[in-house]
């Protein structure tokens, strides 16, 4: 019983984690949407959101 527990643990530990990650791209991904309307560079876009340029490229 203990196991079933720890198991349903940890996947929501890794669930939780993955959740954040998606989060914290969705909100980078507006933030470049958002500078990249007002003329900012590819570079200092990744530079400020820490998105790659080949990311920056797929959302333009």
Do not use: P, W
């Not at 349903?8 to 989060?23: A, L, P, T």
């Not at 007002?38 to 959302?59: C, M, Q, R, Y």
């Amino acid at each position: 019983m203990m196991a079933v527990f720890e198991t349903i643990q940890q996947d929501n530990k890794r669930i939780y984690r993955r959740g954040k990650k998606e989060g914290i791209m969705e909100k980078s991904i507006e933030i470049a949407k958002k500078l990249l309307k007002e003329n900012f560079s590819k570079e200092k876009v990744a530079s400020i959101t820490g998105l790659s340029e080949s990311e920056i490229e797929n959302i333009k």
